[in-house]
């Protein structure tokens, strides 16, 4: 079975222009959550979709935003870029039943240099 | 105080060593943990799932969890170089949204 995929893999913009990320969770997947990692902060989560909604939202500001596809895709998106968006963008999949929390498979990201 | 605390690094042990790292964390909310290994220029991998007090063992990996102290660990035994990674280890409570350690990087002397 085929892993999450995220495109672009590498990205470099400048301070205020805008960026989306993409990615497709492993079949079967419905839930997608993205993360951004930096040597300062770690991994921080920013929010979870499931069947098209949102469903859980870190505390990042209203420039980044995402959405969720009817087949599970997503992608992220993050205006107004600033230096302190060069980042490495995370997203995981899991499956969502009922019951105990899944598990969840990451992607192997897409780093992002704002100049 | 962070949610998730995880001992800095970095480690550097020698081979056959066993390795052993920790984090706290204070919100008691947290049921699920998992300790995630990355390498560089990669996504995180996940090593060990646990919910409940107590040891789990996988191969030379053992996750231990221990909820009145807030307090979990993975232990490598006979770590080999190809354990040089960063290990993060990671937290959720009913959500899916996981509350992850800094990281300690790790790296296995020949």
């Known amino acids: 079975k085929a892993g999450v995929t995220q495109t672009p893999r590498y990205l470099i913009k400048t301070r205020g222009q805008q960026v989306t990320l993409s990615c497709s969770p492993i079949?079967?997947?419905?839930?997608v959550s993205w993360y951004q990692q930096t040597p300062g902060q770690g991994l921080q989560f920013l929010f979870e979709y499931f069947s098209e909604t949102q469903r859980n939202k870190g505390n990042f500001p209203g420039r980044f935003s995402g959405r969720q596809f009817s087949n599970s895709r997503s992608e992220m998106n993050v205006s107004t870029l600033e230096l302190g968006d060069s980042a490495l963008y995370l997203c995981?999949?899991?499956?969502?039943?009922?019951?105990?929390?899944?598990?969840?498979?990451f992607g192997p990201g897409t780093r992002l240099l704002v100049l | 105080q962070k949610e998730v605390e995880q001992d800095p690094g970095p480690l550097s042990v020698p081979e056959g060593a066993i390795v052993s790292l920790n984090c706290t964390y204070s919100n008691s909310a947290f049921q699920y943990f998992m300790w995630y290994r990355q390498y560089s220029r990669k996504g995180p991998e996940l090593l060990m799932y646990?919910?409940?007090?107590g040891n789990k063992e996988d191969g030379r990996f053992t996750a231990q969890v221990d909820k009145s102290s807030k307090y979990i660990s993975l232990f490598i035994r006979d770590s080999q170089p190809s354990d040089s990674a960063t290990y993060l280890c990671?937290?959720?409570?009913?959500?899916?949204?996981?509350?992850f350690g800094k990281g300690i990087t790790l790296s296995v002397r020949p």
């Open positions: 079949s079967g997947h419905r839930s």
């Open positions: 646990t919910y409940s007090s």
């Open positions: 995981a999949s899991s499956l969502v039943t009922s019951g105990l929390q899944e598990t969840q498979y």
């Open positions: 990671a937290m959720t409570g009913a959500n899916s949204k996981l509350t």
